[in-house]
């Protein structure tokens, strides 16, 4: 079983930066694939960043350039860490952790980002 605690969301104007937070502990998730998606009002979940167990990242076109992810592994422990910075309202969405353990995936509970024009 896998634990998951996001933090960092808020209320941002254009322009400012967020750093979101996902800790996910339990057994393996050394090992975890680990991605950011997000859902605005009315339209699809989509994945914004990705990073590997072994640190490979990859973007959304959108964010390619603002967002960057990264990770520290622990004993048990993983935090995976989504640094936001020049952003737009329409990065506003609730933003989910998703964390993938050999076959099974367990979703965060979200947080809630609101960029201000």
């Known amino acids: 079983q896998v634990q998951l605690v996001e933090s960092g969301g808020g209320l941002v104007q254009a322009g400012g930066s967020l750093r979101l937070s996902c800790a996910a502990s339990?057994?393996?998730?050394?090992?975890?694939?680990v991605g950011w998606y997000r859902q605005a009002p009315g339209k699809q979940r989509e994945l914004v960043a990705h990073?590997?167990?072994?640190?490979?990242?990859?973007?959304a076109d959108s964010v390619k350039g603002r967002f960057t992810i990264s990770r520290d592994n622990a004993k048990n422990t993983v935090t995976v860490y989504l640094q936001m910075i020049s952003l737009k309202p329409e990065d506003t969405a609730v933003y989910l952790c998703n964390v993938q353990v050999i076959s099974r995936t367990y979703w965060g509970q979200g947080t809630q980002v609101t960029v201000s024009s």
């Open positions: 339990g057994s393996m998730v050394n090992i975890a694939n």
């Open positions: 990073i590997t167990s072994g640190g490979t990242t990859n973007y």
